[in-house]
C-alpha cells in the first residue's frame, strides 16, 4: 500500500506505554472478538448512499473463541466503566513512529471515504477516535484488553488496538502485509459507521428477546457487512492510486485466515457453526469482495437473503 508520505489523521489517541485499568472484564478472557458491521439496503446517489440501512451490534474484535463472558455483553455498557484517568500523548511527529503514521494514514483515508458517502446522503460524518494502546487501557465499554485483538466500542465510538495485534495477525494467523492491517482498521472503522445508522443500536435492543444462537446468526451478519464495508474502502484506496501489487491478495487471505470455522479448527480441532459470531472464511472473502468490486455500500446489504 502506498501510505508513506500521506496525511495523517487528528482523531488518533496514544496511550501506549500507559498502565491499564484492572477492571472491565476481569478473569474472563475471551480471544479475539469480532468487530461491528452495519447492513445497507436502499439505494442511490455517490456510492449508494446510506439511507435504508438497518441496524444490529457486536461489540468485539477480530475473532471470538468463546471462552466465558459474552462479548456482546458489552454492548449495552453496562459492564463496563467509564473511562477514568486516562490520557493521551501526542502522537510522534510524522517520520518518527511508522506504524503510528500507518495507521494515521489508513484512517485518514477511511474519513476521507465515509465522509464522501455521508455526504451524498444528504448526512454529516462524525469521525471516529483511534486508540493505540499498550497491554489494557479504559474504554466505554469496560477494560480494553490486547487478548480481545482490535475492537469498536458504540459507547463512546471509539476504535481500539494494540498494535502488537498486528505481529499475531503476522505470526499466528498467516496474514502478513501492510493492507491485511488496513483491512481490519477499515473493519472496525465499518461498525462506527453502522453505529451511526443505528444498526447497532437496534441490534442491541433484538438481542434481549433472542436466543444465543439467533443472536449468533445475526452477529455474523452484522461482521460480514463490516467486511463489505472494508472493501468498498479498498475500492476507495484503489480510485486514490494506494493499491501495490498483492494488496487485495492480503486482505483476502486476512480475512480467510480469521473464519470462525478456520480459526476453531485452529484452536480446537474442529468447527461448531452455532457458536460462528464473524462468519466463516469463505463468507468472510465473499463479502470483502463484493465491496471492492463494486465499490458501493448500497450492495453491502448481509441482512437479506442468503449469506
Keep these: ?6 496525511e495523517r489523521s487528528s482523531n488518533i489517541e496514544d496511550r501506549r506505554g500507559q498502565a491499564g485499568s484492572s477492571g472491565g472484564f476481569g478473569s474472563s478472557p475471551f480471544g479475539r472478538g469480532g468487530g461491528i458491521r452495519l ?37 449495552g455498557g453496562s459492564s463496563g466503566a467509564a473511562p477514568s484517568s486516562t490520557t493521551s500523548r501526542q502522537l510522534p511527529a510524522e517520520g518518527q513512529d ?43 465499554c469496560g477494560t480494553a484488553d490486547s487478548r480481545m485483538g482490535p475492537f469498536y466500542c458504540p459507547v463512546d ?6 498494535l502488537s495485534f498486528y505481529d499475531e495477525l503476522r505470526q499466528q494467523f498467516g496474514a502478513p502485509g501492510d493492507f491485511a492491517q488496513a ?7 465499518g461498525h462506527h459507521v453502522q453505529n451511526l445508522t443505528g444498526v447497532l443500536p437496534d441490534f442491541n435492543e433484538r438481542r434481549q428477546s433472542m436466543s444465543e444462537e439467533e443472536a449468533n446468526a445475526y452477529s455474523v451478519r ?7 464495508y472494508a472493501g468498498v474502502w479498498a475500492n476507495f484506496a484503489g480510485e486514490q492510486n494506494l493499491l501495490e501489487s498483492g494488496d487485495i491478495d492480503e486482505a483476502l487471505n486476512a480475512a480467510e485466515q480469521i473464519g470462525d470455522d478456520k480459526l ?7 468447527a461448531v457453526p452455532k457458536t460462528f459470531t464473524h462468519g466463516t472464511s469463505a463468507q468472510r472473502r465473499t463479502w470483502f469482495e463484493r465491496g471492492y468490486r463494486s465499490g458501493e455500500p448500497n450492495q453491502c446489504d448481509t441482512f437479506s437473503g442468503n449469506i
Design 1 to 6: 500500500m502506498k501510505w508513506r508520505g500521506r
Design 39 to 75: 447492513p445497507t439496503g436502499g439505494g442511490g446517489g455517490s456510492r449508494g448512499g446510506i439511507g435504508g440501512i438497518i441496524g444490529i451490534v457486536v461489540l468485539l474484535g477480530i475473532v471470538w473463541l468463546v471462552t466465558g463472558q459474552n462479548p456482546m455483553d458489552m454492548l
Design 98 to 140: 511508522e506504524m503510528a503514521d500507518f495507521v494515521g494514514v489508513v484512517v485518514k483515508e477511511n474519513e476521507d471515504l465515509w465522509n464522501q458517502v455521508f455526504a451524498a446522503a444528504g448526512e454529516t460524518y462524525t469521525e471516529p477516535q483511534v486508540v493505540l494502546y499498550t497491554n489494557q487501557t479504559d474504554s466505554g
Design 157 to 162: 465510538s471509539k476504535v481500539y488496538i494494540d
Design 183 to 189: 483491512y481490519v482498521l477499515a473493519h472496525e472503522i
Design 222 to 228: 452484522v461482521e460480514l457487512q463490516a467486511d463489505c
Design 264 to 270: 476453531q479448527e485452529r484452536m480446537q480441532g474442529y
